[in-house]
């Protein structure tokens, strides 16, 4: 099982940008899912964008052009670049991971968005 450490969160504005970071500890493969999920108050958690080891990315249509998941495969880091932030986009970020069937997550990181 891997372990998941996200940084980057923090009060935006509106329109404003951030960068999220998670740093996963521990041997992924090309076939692994790395993902960025979010869950706002009251609602369920729900995936903003998801990428394979090997680079396939996938995204929530209603966030594609605003968000970009990346990975950098030196320090094992992935990121998600959110831009143009929006009030609905205030809620917990968190980074998640499908190992070898396991699923692991991070301890979430806060996204507040000011208007």
């Known amino acids: 099982q891997v372990q998941l450490v996200e940084s980057g969160g923090g009060i935006v504005q509106s329109g404003g940008s951030l960068r999220l970071a998670c740093v996963v500890t521990g041997t992924v493969f090309s076939d692994d899912v790395l993902a960025w999920y979010r869950q706002a108050p009251g609602k369920e958690r729900e995936m903003v964008a998801a990428l394979t080891v090997s680079g396939t990315t996938s995204y929530d249509n209603s966030l594609k052009g605003r968000f970009t998941i990346s990975r950098d495969s030196a320090t094992n880091t992935v990121y998600l670049e959110m831009n143009n932030l929006e009030v609905e986009d205030t809620a917990v970020y968190y980074c998640?991971?499908?190992?070898?069937?396991?699923?692991?997550w991070g301890q979430g990181t806060q996204v507040t968005v000011s208007s």
């Open positions: 998640g991971a499908v190992v070898n069937d396991d699923v692991s």
